[in-house]
């Protein structure tokens, strides 16, 4: 038994230890969003990134709603002497028992899913139990990435392109919000190529590759990659800077996998959410604050757009495209009186009326609840056991 009593430690956005009691009600609440069917066949889905964000929703979403088999690729970090495990590892361990208490066929490798031997490991598991895949959910955020070809390690940058930027940007001390001012530097062209490599289309395309050599494409097989382009508020240090070329590659990677035979590839445009991954890039805080400020409830969750996008998939709506051809699940958010009013807050803001005019107290919960803390029903002064196995299947 490793119990302890587990607090939130950390500077920033980043904390040191997460709660598994939380991370699991977390998950638990995750799967209360979505009205659970009883399917008449179970597509078989592959999911890359399924521990955190948008992919962990859209695993959830398909277990519950469509009864899917299959596997999830995350890379998470087990518990230590000193520290706790990682949301995701608990989250996936909570993922896996809901999957087990639904009758789904669902299995979780904790690896590296742009290593060479991951895919092997995993199309190995597709093929002995499923023989083949349907639906491949390409969901994944890493700040590098080792090309298992050459072993360079690329290492992504959040920087403009062109010119220099400035935003205001979130922050937090003791718990209190600071509205901050910072500055973007321009990013070198080997920044820019380093950024694409890790988080544009290539390893995306490596997997369908591996597929197709493979013979596990099944007939219909579709894939999505998960993206974003968010507002202009945002776009110096997003859409318009490094990320985006990234985003525009990723893009591009749909279009030339769509022309292969019996490939169906789009991007899904998902609207702003508080995820790790989002946390750390300066303005996205104080924008997803004051759009929950302008929206409230009306502001969509990862787990209402990852139903919307299952539903498209498997299709039981038709699908919501836009001229170049990606799924947009971020109309809500992109609508012009939704925007003309968080600018208005934007530009209002004030260290002085920041706690005001964003929901700032809403986001500093939410990034706490990312790592299992400020969940409703969890006792916190209780000793919580840490030592938590990886799901595993016989």
Known sequence: MTDRVIKPVGRGFLFLDSHPVGCEQLVKGLTEQVEARTPEQRPVALVIGSSSGYGLAATVAGLARYGIDGIGVSFEKAATVRRTASAGWYRTA????????????????????????????????????????DYLIYSVAAPRRVDPRTDTTYQSAIKAIGQPARTKSLAYDAGEPVLQEVGIEVATDEEVADTVQVMGGEDWSRWVDALEERKLLKDGFSTVALTYIGSELTGPIYRQGSIGAAK?????TARTLSERDGVEARTSVNGAAVTQASSAIPGIGLYVSLLHKVLGDDLQTPM?????????????????????????????????????????????ATQENIADVADTVWFYEEVRRLYGFDVAGVDYESPAEVDVEWPTKA
């Open 304 to 348: 209402q757009q990852s139903i919307a996008l299952w539903d498209q998939l498997i299709g039981e709506k038709p699908l919501d495209l836009d001229e170049d051809g990606r799924i947009r699940l971020d109309r809500w958010e992109l609508a012009d009186d939704v925007q003309a009013a968080v600018r208005a807050q934007w530009d209002a």
């Open 248 to 252: 525009t590659h990723l893009e591009a």
């Open 94 to 133: 909570a993922t896996a028992a809901y999957a087990e208490s639904v009758g789904s066929n669902f299995h979780f490798l904790n690896a590296d899913a742009f290593a060479d031997t991951t895919k092997s490991e995993v199309l190995d598991l597709l093929q002995e139990k499923f023989g083949g895949v």
